[in-house]
């Protein structure tokens, strides 16, 4: 397997954005996104020619146009598959994938889930909008129960899948959460890009034509403080300007709020953020909002070796001590002579 050197070299802004038009609904999230990628390219040490975004079908799914970059915009839900082959042809490239909630959760829910579980060295940007925008408004995976749309005229019955707690139920090492308009996405995506494997990041997007508004309890920047948990590695998970905090109930084994005293944190009990507990984590992505604040930022961060890594130690093992052959390659086994019969033509 040829493995090509990766590139680095300084770069800014301008050297990360195409010369296409954006192409969005005016008020998007997506360009709030986009925006965000593309100012934090040049800060995590890589270059546009060591760089591939792989997109599947939906509205993010243009973001490769607008990226300086490698890129495909490829079938609906198979991101995942593409990624693959490139990593496994070129270890090291620089790949990211985007994605949305009918994408990578619906049709290429089977193809994420591989993924994830296999952890090839990736940074997976699911854009969560709980709905299909780009064909017309239909309720999504994610979408909340009661949710009208043409495909649900009398709300929708179903339960809504958790982005987030889907990526750990398939053994994902890094799990981030997001929002489009966000100061602190930039951090997300650097700390997303430094680890070293398939890292999910859930991104809420407001679809500004289908879903107006639908994270505005929690991402209106008003109040924001009562309502978003920013979770740092090391740091006690305090919101509310310091005065609430979640702590740990022993007895129940469940997460719970607690006011917070004078900013004494301890005597209130309040559990010190480690990205590398995942059952505090499953316990942070099945907090209810509204009970709870928004959990978001990095999640859980625990690497281990990583699919292609694996892959190429396998073929170089293998192939120790061996010369390539392909004839003998080609015979090896069962062979067939054919001969001609009938009648000459």
Known sequence: MN??????????????????????????????????VQ??????????????????????????????TYGFHTIHGRAPAFATGLKLANPNLDIW??????????????????????????????????????????????????????????????????PAAFALGAGARFVARGFDVSKELPNVLKAAHAHKGAAFIEIFQNCIVYNKDVFEDFAAPKGAEDRQLWLKHGEPMLYAKGTKGIALDAEALHLKTVDVVDGDWQTAGVIVHDVTNRSVAH???????????????VLYDDPRPTFEADVV?????????????????LKKGQTWTVTPSGPEL
Not at 115 to 136: A, H, P, S, V, W
Not at 283 to 297: K, T
Not at 316 to 325: F, H
Request: some cysteine; overall charge neutral.
């Open 39 to 68: 100012r934090t390219m040049p800060e995590i040490g890589t270059a546009p020619e060591n760089t591939v975004f792989i997109s599947g079908i939906g509205c993010s799914s243009r973001f490769p146009y607008y990226m300086e």
């Open 283 to 297: 316990m942070l992505v099945e907090m209810r909002f509204g009970e709870f604040p928004m959990a978001l930022g």
């Open 3 to 36: 493995q090509v050197t990766p590139i680095t070299r300084a770069t800014t802004l301008k050297d990360w954005e195409s010369d296409q038009e954006v192409r969005w609904c005016p008020g998007c999230g997506d360009y709030a996104i986009l925006k965000a």
């Open 97 to 162: 994938i985007v994605t949305g909630d009918g994408d990578g959760l619906s049709i290429g829910g089977n193809h994420t889930m591989h993924l994830i579980r296999r952890n090839l060295d990736c940074q997976i940007m699911l854009f969560n909008n709980e709905i299909y925008g780009l064909t017309k408004g239909q309720y999504s995976p994610t979408s909340r129960v009661g949710t009208t749309s043409p495909s649900t005229p009398y709300g929708s019955v179903d339960r809504p899948a958790q």
């Open 313 to 329: 130690r396998q073929n170089q093992a293998a192939a120790e001590g061996k010369k390539a052959n392909l004839q003998s390659l």
